[in-house]
């Protein structure tokens, strides 16, 4: 069974910084495209960023892009979502997903994950 749990999340104050994990089980997450996605109140579903199979490029949303970074750890079986600048429009449930597996292009659609943990709360406060 395969299950995407993430941890990290919580309050924090604008400007500061949090790193959100997404530990995979029931499938080797380095063999797979890692997304993460957020969703706020009354919006829908958005991509956050990516990183493809082995790693070898990153994808951003323009919102993030240059305070948010990807990463994994495959010896731990984990992404991770490196979170700077935090803005109060950052504010959303944060998901990680897996697209693949030998998915070599980071897939911005959410149509395109198969896997999707239950989501962390972030909260950004002003």
């Known amino acids: 069974q395969v299950q995407l749990v993430e941890s990290g999340g919580g309050l924090v104050q604008a400007g500061g910084s949090l790193r959100l994990s997404c530990e995979a089980s029931?499938?080797?997450?380095?063999?797979?495209?890692m997304g993460w996605f957020r969703q706020a109140p009354g919006k829908e579903r958005e991509f956050v960023g990516g990183i493809n199979l082995y790693s070898r490029s990153t994808s951003y949303a323009d919102s993030v892009k240059g305070r948010f970074a990807i990463s994994r750890d495959n010896a731990k079986n984990t992404v991770y979502l490196q979170m700077n600048s935090l803005e109060p429009e950052d504010t959303a449930v944060y998901y990680c997903?897996?697209?693949?597996?030998?998915?070599?292009?980071?897939?911005?659609?959410?149509?395109?994950?198969?896997?999707w943990g239950q989501g962390t709360q972030v909260t950004v406060s002003s």
């Open positions: 029931g499938l080797r997450l380095n063999s797979y495209c």
């Open positions: 997903a897996a697209a693949g597996p030998y998915m070599y292009v980071v897939a911005l659609a959410s149509s395109n994950y198969e896997y």
